[in-house]
Structure formats: structure tokens, C-alpha cells
């Protein structure tokens, strides 16, 4: 049981590029969620899921893409991306008993 | 909206000490869950404690408690015994009962530093 994971680790991208983030959890979970956290701060909601082929925005969602085609995948695309978009990108599952857990992070560098 | 306050950025504590750090929130909702989680420097968000409003038990886990003040919109966490591990930031954070996300509102974090 591997929780949430998250790839990759760490990535520098140049502007106008694009990328996916990719996040998976093997606890059978239908809630899931992309934070992202800009430095000193609190995570922020980009996207959510409630479950494969569901999906909505969340708080802070310009610049960003989903898709959730199976109950353990949830991916974020970025398409072009700016220097606003660096920050530290965060994937989440909920239990049904409401707990989030989270993934090790992706640390993304926009230049 | 809900929001989250973190009045203290940062704390500090001599090990094996006792710290509180605290957290208010505000919110027109009576039926929520309130969590702290400690991000160490690995960036990891790792859940410590969480608390259901509708208990009036505070929640404890080993060191770790809660003093839950309802009426007060308070949350404040209790660390007893502090070891140089538990030196991270602490996020406060909240899950309303409204909307489909059930998503977390943070806040802005307390930087922890444990003395030896």
C-alpha cells in the first residue's frame, strides 16, 4: 500500500511549455484533489474529483487542465506555463471518513 | 467563505517542553471537521490530529492534543513533550459540510523550531 504518489519529484520548465503532473493512489479512494502551495503560504484547491469521469474546479484552476479516467489516476496539465505556476503542486485522496492524505509533492520551477 | 488565521508565523520551544499553537476559524456551518497537519522540510503534508464539531471530546493522539473551543471558533494544538523532530511548519486547516468539493481551506502556517 503505497498511499499517494506523485511524479516527478522536481522539474524546471521553460515558459510556454507544457507538462504533466501525475499522481496515482492505490487506496481505492473517489475523492481526489490538486493543491498547489506558493512559498510561505497555505495550499490552494486547483482541481477536484469525485470520482473517475468526474471532475471540477476548485479555487485557483486558470492555467491548469484534468482528467480522471480511472478511479486511481488523476493528472494535471499545465499548457503553457508561466512563471506564476511555480510553486509546490501537491496531490490529495480523501478516506469517507473526511482525512485527506497527501503525496510527497512536486516542486516545479517556471523560467 | 470560510477562512483560517494562524496569528502565530512563528514558535519556538526547548525540548521536552510543552507548546500550543493556535488557530480560529470562521464559518457559518455547524457541522465540519478541523485537522492540523506538520509539513517537515521534506515538504511532506503529514496529518497529525483531526477533530469532528459535533464532538465534544477534544481529539488526542500520543503528545499531540487539541483544545476545541467551539462557540469560540478556536483550535488550538498541544504538543507535550516536544521532541527535535516535531520542528516543522503546522497548517490548521478546515472541511466544511457544503459544496461537493469538501475540499481543505489552510492557513497560513506556524514555522516550529525545537530547541536542544
New interface residues.
Partial sequence: NAGVTQTPKFRILKIGQSMTLQCTQDMNHN?M?WYRQDP??????IY?S?GAGIT?K?EVPNGYNVSRSTTEDFPLRLELAAPSQTS?Y?C?S?TAE?????G??T?LLVL | AQTVTQSQPEMSVQEAETVTLSCTYDTSESDYYLFWYKQPPSRQMILVIRQEAYKQQNATENRFSVNFQKAAKSFSLKISDSQLGDAAMYFCAYRGSSGSARQLTFGSGTQLTVLP
Fill in positions: 475523492y484533489y510561505g503560504m497555505g495550499l490552494k484547491l477536484y469525485v471540477d476548485g509546490v501537491f490529495a480523501r473526511e482525512t485527506q492524505y497527501f510527497p509533492g516542486r
